[in-house]
């Protein structure tokens, strides 16, 4: 099982910035995809960015143009960095890798991390 281990949330105010990073326990490039979800109080969790082995990237429609998700191979973490945050983006951001373990895909989450966007 792969370890997730994220970190970097906080208090922020509206319009401000903060970076969460995701240190996994193996090469990230033997997971099939990472990405950022996220949870706010009385919602479902949703997908915020993905990234795939390949590079490949996604985004969520609120956050395209405000979040970037980046990886530092040699550091085996994926980042998600965020900009003019706004108070709906206050969350639990958690994340999650996909990989294969003998042919059986399997998904690993981290603990979550909390973001708050408030004046």
């Known amino acids: 099982q792969a370890q997730l281990v994220e970190s970097g949330g906080g208090l922020v105010q509206p319009g401000g910035s903060l970076r969460l990073s995701c240190a996994a326990s193996?090469?990230?490039?033997?997971?099939?995809?990472m990405g950022w979800y996220r949870q706010a109080p009385g919602k479902a969790r949703e997908l915020v960015a993905s990234?795939?082995?390949?590079?490949?990237?996604d985004y969520a429609d609120p956050v395209k143009g405000r979040f970037t998700i980046s990886r530092d191979v040699a550091k085996n973490t994926v980042y998600l960095q965020m900009n003019s945050l706004k108070p709906e983006d206050t969350a639990v951001y958690y994340c999650?890798?996909?990989?294969?373990?003998?042919?059986?895909?399997?998904?690993?989450w981290g603990q979550g991390t909390q973001v708050t966007v408030s004046s």
């Open positions: 999650n890798a996909h990989y294969e373990f003998r042919g059986t895909p399997l998904s690993s």
């Open positions: 193996r090469n990230i490039f033997s997971f099939n995809d």
């Open positions: 990234i795939s082995s390949g590079g490949r990237t």
